[in-house]
């Protein structure tokens, strides 16, 4: 395996796993958001709906960290 090859897979699975991490993020922003959509009883906002969304958004971010692990091949 060359140093070229190594370097690819480095970066595909860094977008992989960053990927990942992003639709497990929208998975609980959608929670968060549709949470309170359909429970018509409380008919408000509560704090877990409220932290899950944060912890979405955080593990969105986390995403946009991850990308930027991307390595760059070096011009000789």
């Known amino acids: 395996m ?13 977008k992989l796993l960053a990927g990942f991490v992003n639709a497990i993020a929208l998975g609980l922003i959608g929670f968060a ?26 593990m969105h971010g986390l995403s946009h960290y991850i990308l930027g692990n991307i390595r760059k091949q070096e011009m000789p």
């Open 2 to 14: 060359t140093e070229k090859d190594a370097l690819a897979i480095h970066n595909e699975r860094m």
């Open 33 to 58: 958001v549709l949470r309170p959509l359909t429970d018509s009883l409380t008919g408000g906002l509560s704090w877990a709906v409220a932290g899950w969304g944060i912890v979405g958004l955080a």
